[in-house]
Structures are given as C-alpha cells and as structure tokens.
C-alpha cells in the first residue's frame, strides 16, 4: 500500500509499505479517503519540529476514512462507516482523558503526522476509543476538516472564549483554514464577526462567507478600524493565531474585560505584554492546544447542519508538497483537501 513519508526536511515520497496487521482487540482498521492540510504539517515538514521524532515519518494529520475491519470487543462501528480519526494518541486512563479532556492527557505518546506516523497511508490501525462516526450525508472532503480544523475552533471559541450570540468577535486572518471556519461557526453562533485579510480578493471571500466588517491588515492598521467599528469599545473576543505580527493590536481591540484565545503564532513566536494594560483592562488571556473527543463530535453535528468548511481545492497525494508551500505562502483560501 501507499504511504507519503517525510523523509528530511521539505522532501516528502510516496513509498510501498507493508498493509499493517488486522486489527488488534479494541482496534479499527481505517482506510483514508481525504487528508486536509495544516500549518502543523507545514512545521513537521520544514524541520521546525519541537519535539523528538525519528524520520521518516507517514505525513498526514488530519483525516477521514472509512472502516475497513473492526477488532475484538469494537461495538458501535462497523466496516463501512464512514469516521474520523482523533489524531492524538491519548492514554484514555488519566484524570484528564477520563473527564473528557484528551488535549490535556498526561501520558500523550504523540501527534499523528507530527511525532508518529500519520494518516497519508492507505490504511492504519486505531484504538475505536480515538474513531468517531460521521454522521449520514457529509462527503469526505468536508468531514476530514472536522478532526482538527473545525475541532481546535470550536474548542478555542465556545470552550474557551465562550462567546455567545450577540458578541463580537474579531478573527484573524479570515482565509486561513482556523480562519474561514472560525467566521462560519462564529456567525452561526450568533454572534458578529470582525476579520482581517491580506488582499482584496481574499476580502471579498471574506465577506461572502458572512463577515460583517472585513480589514485589510496591509491597508488599514486593523486595531484602529476595529475602535471605529466598535464606537471605541473594542470587542468581546480576539481570535488570535497569527501571533508577533498581531499580539499588540489584539490585545488594544479587546473591550474592558475581553477575552483573547491563541492557538498559533505563524508570524513569530514572540511577543511583548504591558502588565499594566492586561490587569487594568481585566483582559483574559488564554493558551488553546488540541481539542476533545467532543469538540470533533460537536463540529461534525454542526457540518450536518449545513455549517461546511470553505475548501479551496482538491489535490492528489503527489501533490502534497505543492500545498503545503502554498500553505506556508499564504495563497489559500479556506482548506487544501488531498484525495485519496
Ligand atoms: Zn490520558
């Protein structure tokens, strides 16, 4: 069978590989049909790696599937359906993953794609504990933008931000990934939405998607537009990814007592904080990483309902490095999908 191994840095190949054994007791074997593409995958494969891992290593971190053959003891999922893979490899027995917090698991042994082998692979086995089903009527394209695209948003936006209907919300970089369904999700909320692009085109995708106020951030210093829009109030929540380029203005568009959820930092890493600012303000800050088992379970519920991802294109496998190259030069618009 197929696999698209990370040889070194930014050298991705297609290799044969052995078909992995039946699955184990307690296990599915998946068969991948579609893998969306991150920037997790675009630091796996440019060597910014922080953590250990042995090359090569099966790319490939987002995915969907479906069952080829369950293991002893699987109930509730059978060869056919079609799921979705949770691509963290979590104990299940801690504190944490026992009250439903895999993302904060103590004995994590891995990001699929990332540390271990990922799901570019025509087939893998997984615990059916970390295999959730897609409900009827979602095409593979889409619900493989719910294991971690959809996921990490809504568990940074309701879960951590816990915006609610009749907020404003400003989310950056509208035509990212995070960012076209953090506008998607956010206007379904309720709530209304506030976003930043780099060109005008992208402005215009923007504000068909249901943006209500689009800036562009090399036009317009998006901070200032954002007190205008807001009659000098700021908003209720920032929804931060970008990071250096970003932080301060972020944090001068938040309202008194706001709200600020990251969970990236694509322009840089590092950026400074007025300690004044943050408890006069009574701004809360908060770090957001992974999801839960339920944030997937929520998000494909939310797909059934309509609330789709913005695909920007469909790709085969030999063409895995050319998107993420245009992921990482920002010439996206919503998610790159890989067929399988
Ligand atoms: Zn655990």
């Known amino acids: ?3 698209l191994r ?4 930014r050298k991705l190949e297609i290799a044969e590989v052995d078909a992995p054994p039946p699955p184990g007791a307690g296990e599915v074997q998946i068969r991948t049909r579609a893998i969306a593409l991150n920037h997790i995958d675009v630091w796996g494969w440019r060597g910014m790696a922080f953590a250990k891992r042995k090359l090569p290593v099966v790319v490939g971190a987002e995915a969907a599937g479906e069952i080829a053959a369950v293991g002893a003891g699987v109930t509730g999922l059978a060869a056919g359906d079609l799921v ?4 963290a490899l979590t104990c299940g027995e801690c504190k944490a993953c026992r009250q439903g917090r895999d993302n904060l698991c103590e004995n994590v042994s891995g990001l699929m794609g990332f540390h271990v082998d990922g799901f570019a692979r025509d087939l893998y086995n997984l615990s059916a504990r970390l295999t959730i089903k897609v409900p009827p009527g979602i095409e593979f394209r889409d619900a493989t933008c719910a294991p971690l695209t959809f996921a990490t948003v809504e568990h940074m936006l309701f879960d951590n931000a816990k915006l609610e209907a ?6 950056h970089a509208g035509g990212s990934g995070i960012g076209s369904a953090a506008i998607r999700l956010a206007k379904a909320a309720g709530a209304t939405v506030i976003t930043t692009v780099g060109d005008d085109e992208k402005a215009e995708k923007a504000r068909a998607l249901g943006a209500d106020h689009v800036i562009n951030y090399r036009q317009d210093r998006f901070e200032g537009v954002v007190r205008k829009l807001t009659k000098k109030k700021g908003v209720d929540v920032v929804f931060e990814h970008t990071g250096a380029e970003t932080w301060n203005g972020s944090l001068l568009s938040l309202k008194r007592g706001g709200r600020l959820v990251t969970c990236g930092a694509t322009s840089g890493p ?3 904080l007025n300690l004044m600012q943050l408890f006069q303000q009574q701004y809360r800050i908060t770090g957001s990483f992974g999801f839960t088992l339920e944030n997937v379970r929520r998000s494909l519920a939310k797909m059934e309902k309509g609330i789709l991802p913005v695909i920007d294109c469909e790709i085969e496998l030999a063409a895995f490095g050319e998107g993420l190259e245009r992921l990482e030069s920002r010439r996206v618009f919503g998610k790159i999908v890989v067929r399988f």
């Open 1 to 3: 069978m197929r696999a």
């Open 6 to 9: 990370l040889v070194s840095d």
């Open 84 to 87: 979705v893979p949770y691509g």
């Open 166 to 171: 009749g907020e404003t919300v400003l989310v």
């Open 270 to 272: 590092n950026a400074s």
